[in-house]
């Protein structure tokens, strides 16, 4: 070909690339996808990515306790005038238990003019809500569009979409997610840096591994879903940690905790008591972490048993990210990233014949330790009014709690499945909290005890105690922790008792299979090493597992939940992230091949030995304490 009409045909590519691309241009122009999330502006309404899992992206909350937020705003640009039909993606709550009319209502307005009537208080779903229309009247205008709350009980709005085509976004969660990618995408954008392990959930337990690795020179990528570190120990959730350090074959470790950990003790306190800034000094100090705050990771790719890297979502911008290590650290509690990844899980209760536990069922079940909507009230010098709340659960003289606040015993979805029903369990611990205020201070024989009280903080992070646990090559059970046996590699002592959760027998008689309320049965114990094995999983051969997701039975897990255990079990794969890259090996051959160095390492501590125990609150009871 001569190169003349080489030219031409060059030319006429890049005018049809110009057509094609101004062709997608227009038509996103008329279809204008708006995750809520990223509103520039979000004034009272908070950023829930607890549901990601299920719903595919985070929304906005209106959480007032019974009182409106403030407006939330974002700037759309419109690139073409006309009529645009507008969609909000809404869920009207309090549907699985009342066929009213929902309490979170909210409206939508463009440019200072309601679009439509009330939403989120309408369906028993999540829904695609017809708002109505909105006139722009020139091309290139921007128009103000803001989420404006009427009621401060938890409405809720995903996403706005206006549509000058009259198109309906699909409801099915993989269609939604092809339509999203399709009107609003987002390009994952690799990280070039190349990290030594990549730990996912910023808990006690995924701090402490971060930490530990970083301290034995490991670049270490650090990635939390909230923008605050601690977890259940962070102010939004508010549980006080628990367990002992200075225990076991290793007393070093735990000294980590000493640096980090608040030094008051309370559940349902106080944000300040929580010291989150001094958790966000802890990681800030290391060098050697790069921390990632409000990035859920969302995708695992694998080849040959073996992450290569995860995919990480901002929960607010919806900014995309891919990190890449050899090593991995699913820290979340759920076990998120060994879902993602195809590693081996369970959830629920073994059978007893299955590991021979005398505390099991005779047969498999699906009942999970339950998770925590904390709340508590304060004291005013005038009355306080507080809303009727009344939508399906039905309190009496004899059913209401007469409590100012509720802390770890008030915990619901037992029975239910803690990922795949996740956010109906979170909006019943909101229900409860909410019906039950009401009616103390609005039909209580004895209200005007109540009358001068206001209610001032709910949690809407849930605090879990379990979900999934990660299958390793070594599951401990009931039988090791009451009978001690002992395993060459013994690592973090867990000294909290066999301590697990029940449906409240009278709870149960007022809201039978619909029970908020749990009690704890203990079993008391040696502090018990746990084994390595229990940190790594069987199947996917590069990812460590430390927190509540590790490889234990339901019943040892009532041991291994605690947060300075679970901090403790962290700095163990921390320090054998360290070896497993010095010798090119996965935490397997660590076992098989490496053990005196990690007994050595554990031995030495990365924490400063030189502080004293400062964390001596809520130590819980071991066998030894008895013979005293």
Known sequence: MCIFAECIMKALRLILFIIILGGAASASADRILIETESFTDKGGWVTDQQFMEKMGSPYLLAHGLGRPVDDASTAVDFAHKGRYKVYVRTFNWTSPWSDKKGPGRFRLLVNGKNVGGELGCEGDRWMWQYAGEVNIPESKKQAKVVLRDLSGFDGRCDAV?????????????????????????????????????????????????????????????????????????????????????????????????????????????????????????????????????????????????????????????????????????????????????????????????????????????????????????????????????????????????????????????????????????????????????????????????????????VAYISGKRESRRLLGDYVLKEDDLIKHVAHEDATGATTWSIDLHYPDSINSVHFPDAEFKSIAIHKVIHPYPVPFRCLYSRNVDNLFMAGRDISVTHIALGTTRVMRTTGILGEVVGMAAKICNDHGVMPRQLYQRYLPELKKLMAEGVGDASLPNNQQYNEGSTLGDLYK
């Open 161 to 457: 979409y206006f549509t000058d085509e009259g198109d309906v976004p699909p409801e099915e969660a993989d269609a939604l997610a092809r339509f999203r990618e399709d009107v609003d995408p987002h390009p994952v954008r690799n990280i070039e840096e190349r990290y030594d392990l990549v730990v996912v959930g910023g808990g006690v337990a995924g701090i402490s591994a971060a930490v530990s690795a970083a301290r034995l020179g490991q670049k270490v990528a650090l990635v939390n879903d909230r923008p605050v570190l601690g977890g259940n120990n962070s102010s939004e959730i508010r549980v006080h940690l628990g367990g002992r350090i200075e225990a076991g074959p290793y007393k070093r470790l735990g000294d980590l905790q000493k640096e980090f950990g608040p030094l008051r003790q309370g559940n349902a306190q106080p944000a300040d008591y929580y010291e989150d800034h001094k958790k966000q000094d802890f990681v800030d100090a290391e060098k050697n972490i790069t921390l990632y705050p409000s990035y859920r990771v969302i995708a695992a790719e694998t080849a040959d048993g073996r992450i290569k890297s995860v995919t990480a979502q901002h929960i607010n911008s919806g900014d995309r990210i891919s990190l890449s290590a050899p090593l991995f650290a699913d820290c979340t509690g759920d076990g998120s990233v060994g879902a993602l990844a195809g590693a081996d899980w369970r959830m629920g209760r073994e059978a007893r014949s299955e590991y021979g536990e005398p505390s099991a069922p005779e047969v498999a079940d699906s009942l999970t330790l339950g998770a925590s909507v904390q709340w508590y009230s304060v004291k005013s010098d005038k009355p306080v009014r507080f809303p009727e709340f009344e939508y399906g659960l039905n309190f009496n003289e004899e059913s209401a709690e007469p409590v100012v606040m509720g802390e770890w015993t008030w915990e619901t979805g037992m029975n239910v499945n803690q990922i795949e029903n996740f956010e109906r369990i979170r909006d019943y611990g909101l229900m409860v909290v909410y019906s039950n205020w009401s009616y103390l201070k609005n039909r209580y024989g004895k209200r005007d005890d109540f009358a001068c009280r206001k209610l001032d903080w």
